[in-house]
């Protein structure tokens, strides 16, 4: 993360090395995406710390040395990697949002759209657990404060921008005072990650779905009614 934001320690398993299917010869361009899908994949399967080239490349049906046409070593492709799991989190919390943006009221839509955040990025940890870990990982792709408008233009917004929009929109409908607003982001996430940790790594772990629903609906609430 930035500076003043937390670092993510993480402990993840290797993943499995099935053999897989080579492919003899690939289009221009198609090697990179080939090789970041297999990371992609390992990633889901282990988390950060089973993205390794070597295994990408096997995966992809190449000798090592073709990767590095594409990625100049194991750092280039697990940031490659990183930065599609932070989009596809950032995907699933805007799946969430697209329904509350469907609320007329203008404090009641606003109040949708943090609990949207809330609700997309524990879905996210429990579905897609070890890119979720991945994506939480120390590295270049994360969150800026304040966000550089320019990379959220051609990127589209992250899950940390995302949350801060949702929280600009409570002050703009009157829901949030704006002496409250600055530093908010701040507890609203840490609350919301640390429910994910418990869910996939701590006493939750062994939770029914109903009661980690229940208890991160409950959560969304405290964080809401808190702000």
Known sequence: MQPGLPRFFVTTRHSRTDAAPRRPTY????LRRALLDAGVALAREGGPSAVVLREATRRAGVAPNAAYRHFAGHQALFDAVRAHALGALAQ??????????????????ARAMVRAVGTGYLGFAQAETGLFRAA????????????????????????FELLGAALDALVA????????????????????HGMAL??????????????????????????????
């Open 27 to 30: 289009r221009h361009g198609d």
């Open 92 to 109: 699933a919390i805007e799946r969430e949002w697209a329904k509350a943006l469907k609320v007329r009221e203008p404090a009641a839509r």
């Open 136 to 159: 939480f990982v120390f590295g270049e792709h994360d969150v800026q404060v304040p966000p550089d408008p320019a990379r959220a233009a051609a990127m589209g917004l992250n899950p």
């Open 173 to 192: 409908a009157g829901a949030l005072p704006a002496d409250r607003r600055p530093g908010a982001e701040y507890l609203a996430w840490s609350a919301v």
């Open 198 to 227: 418990l869910m996939i790594d701590g006493p939750l772990r062994g939770a029914s779905a109903a009661q980690r629903r229940a208890l991160g609906e409950r959560l969304l609430r405290m964080v809401e009614n808190g702000l």
